[in-house]
């Protein structure tokens, strides 16, 4: 479990699964009485789901957020300048039931020095598993709220004579 101020006071779960699986036919062949070769194919099968923290530079953000600044830029802008000042924005995540397919090989030579003694060298190809279908949820409520107490708190600053409800409220119209 992690505590991280921006996620409150209830603790973030950490859980991940990640399974792959093959199966194929294989073939070999003696080329010598001391030299043989032989190559697989193989049908892999990935599962993956995880639950987590997820963090990362507010770059990744994107979309206008108000003229000449995208929501990326507002929030790593230092508050002088307009913006919320994160380095990092962070959200609770959640992915379930992806699944993947992909193909696999590999090769292989043998060589019999003697009686007691045999070299091999293999490859296996890489596999590359795109997962697809499942579901995937990223709730940045915490993060937003903050940046929304940031923006009040800088509208309070620039409007001392402002209540905290006036502010909240310009906040929340210029965001509708």
Known sequence: MLNNALLGTTQQEYHSKLAVMQGGASAS??????????????????????????????????????PGMTFGQMFAAPPAQGGFGYTEVTAAAGMNSHTAFGFSGKIGLAYKLNEKISLGLAYTSPTTLNFKNGTAKMDMTAQLNDAFGKAVQGYMMQNPSATPGQAHDLNRKRDA
């Open 29 to 66: 062949y003696k080329l010598t009485p001391e030299f043989s070769v032989g190559a697989s194919a193989y049908l892999v099968y990935g599962m993956m789901e995880f639950t987590m923290p997820y963090s990362l530079s507010p770059s990744v953000m994107k979309g206008i957020a108000q």
